[in-house]
Every structure is written in structure tokens, then in C-alpha cells.
């Protein structure tokens, strides 16, 4: 990652923050499936998978700290590398069996034939989605937060009444886009980026005051990318929080033994300990009111 002097001091928050972090997920229902898998058929000599006997997984690019560390997913380091990485060898496949692809965030939830097996890059599980997508059981709940820069319009607000004049900004397609206009709704429309990337570059160009993103990206964002960056503030949800899911064909035949691996690292305590390490929970970042 650039700007190698100010990760210390990210990794030192992640560490810090994390003692108060919450469950990964494990008490949450699995995915629906198709239909019922076994053991005995979730195997890679059973999987019908893009190549045989390969797996293969897409993230974005380029793929931000902490879920994958220097915009390399081969690495197996950050957050949905490892968690890549676990739900193949729960699968069978070595690491040299998995092979990864680069996606943009918007054209993977769209409908239509993926050339990778799943796709993982913060996808919210949403009934829309679902509509033209799979998704495997939820693998991390998330609240979403607003970044932005000391001194500006928002630097120090505490409501959502406050940040009504602001100028907000969110990547297309994403559920920190649709909680910038539903639940802060200012009254300038929500300015739309193609991704994080470019809503991080508006963001310190200074053309908009602050952007939405989850909550570890926030913290990544704050503490490294933007010069000055801060935390205002965590969105109100409904208790809920934002569930991602490995994002696969619509009604790919994989689906139920995705998910069946994803159940399996959660239940034998490998999916905390991914998160231990890499993520953090929201502790000292206030919920706006």
C-alpha cells in the first residue's frame, strides 16, 4: 500500500478497536440454496465449477486494506483473501487450485453468466440483489459510517439533521449509496461515483465534504488514504447491520456448498478468528441521531 508511514497507525486502530469487536455472523440463518447439499457431494471433485478442479474468485480492483492487503488476494493476507482462502480448503482446493479475477463492483451484480466461481468485494445481501444474483450465508455484518477531512462542513456534527446541507458522496450500486440517500438524505443529491476510488479522490480534492463507506473501510480510509481523514459518525440502522455474502451466478449450482463452507469456518470458530485479526468492531465511533 502507498503511504506506508501512516499504516502502523492503522493496523494499531484495527488492533485497538477490535476488543469490543462483535460476531461474524454466526448466528445468522444460512442463504437459501436450491437444494440440499451434503458433505459427500461438496467436494472439488463434485463442484461444477468454471474450470474443473480449479476455484476460481473475483474481488475488485483495485481491493482496499483491510480486505486484502496491498491489492493482493494471491497473498491470502486481509480480511475476504483469508476468508477466500479458508472457504477452499474447506472445499478441498489447495491454494494453487484457486485462481483470481478482477470485477468492477457494479457490472458483478448485474445479471448474467459470471466467469468466476464467486465474487467477493463487500456485497451487501439485499432481496433486490437476489433477484439476479446468489449469495452464500453471510460471512460479516457491517454498519456504515461517513468519512471526511478535519475542517470541513461536517468535521464535529453529531446528527443526521446536521448533515442535511452537506455534500455526500457513495460508489454506484452500493448499500453505503442507498443509506446516503434514505437515511441522510441532504438536500444535494448524493453525488454517484463509479467506486470507492474515485468517491476517495473527490473526497480529498475537497469536492464533496464527506463520502459513505462500512465501517472497516472507513477506518482505512480515515486512517490512511485521506490526509486529515476522521470518522463523523456511524449511520442508525436497523439493528440488523449490513450482511455481505460471496455473490455468485443466479442459481448456480455451487450455491449450497458455498454457503455450506462458509457455515462450516463459522461454526468451528475459523471465521472469528479471520476476523480477529483483520477487522474491528465500531467501538468509539459514535451513531449519528
Avoid: H
Amino acid at each position: 500500500m502507498k503511504l506506508k508511514n501512516k499504516t502502523a497507525f492503522a493496523l494499531s486502530a484495527v488492533a485497538i478497536l477490535f476488543l469490543s469487536a462483535c460476531s461474524s455472523g454466526s448466528t445468522e440463518e444460512a442463504a437459501p440454496s436450491e437444494e440440499t447439499t451434503s458433505a459427500s457431494t461438496c467436494t472439488k471433485d463434485n463442484l461444477e465449477t468454471v474450470t474443473p478442479g480449479q476455484l476460481t474468485i473475483a474481488t475488485g480492483e483495485p481491493a482496499y486494506y483491510p480486505w486484502v492487503i496491498d491489492d493482493k488476494p494471491e497473498s491470502g493476507e486481509g480480511f475476504e483473501a483469508a476468508v477466500a482462502y479458508a472457504v477452499a480448503t474447506q472445499l478441498g482446493y489447495s491454494n494453487e487450485e484457486v485462481v483470481w479475477k478482477r470485477t468492477t463492483f457494479d457490472g458483478a451484480i448485474a445479471p448474467g453468466v459470471k466467469d468466476y466461481d464467486f465474487n467477493l468485494q463487500q456485497f451487501s445481501i439485499t432481496p433486490e440483489r437476489k433477484d439476479v444474483v446468489d449469495f452464500s450465508s453471510p460471512y460479516y455484518t457491517a454498519s456504515q459510517v461517513i468519512v471526511s477531512f478535519k475542517g470541513s462542513a461536517i468535521d464535529g456534527k453529531t446528527s443526521i439533521a446536521e448533515l442535511k446541507s452537506a455534500k455526500i458522496g457513495a460508489a454506484v450500486g452500493t448499500t453505503s449509496l442507498e443509506a446516503a440517500q434514505t437515511i441522510i438524505a441532504p438536500d444535494t443529491e448524493v453525488q454517484v461515483f463509479n467506486d470507492n476510488a474515485a468517491a476517495v479522490q473527490a473526497l480529498k480534492n475537497k469536492q464533496i465534504d464527506g463520502i459513505v463507506v462500512d465501517l472497516p473501510t472507513g477506518y482505512y480510509l480515515a486512517g490512511v488514504e485521506v490526509e486529515g481523514g476522521l470518522l463523523v459518525g456511524q449511520l442508525p440502522s436497523s439493528g440488523t447491520g449490513d450482511q455481505f455474502g460471496l455473490l455468485l451466478t443466479k442459481d448456480s449450482p455451487i450455491t449450497g456448498c458455498i454457503s455450506e463452507a462458509v457455515d462450516a469456518i463459522t461454526a468451528d470458530g475459523t471465521l472469528a478468528a479471520i476476523e480477529e485479526k483483520w477487522l474491528t468492531a465500531g467501538a468509539g465511533v459514535p451513531v449519528l441521531n
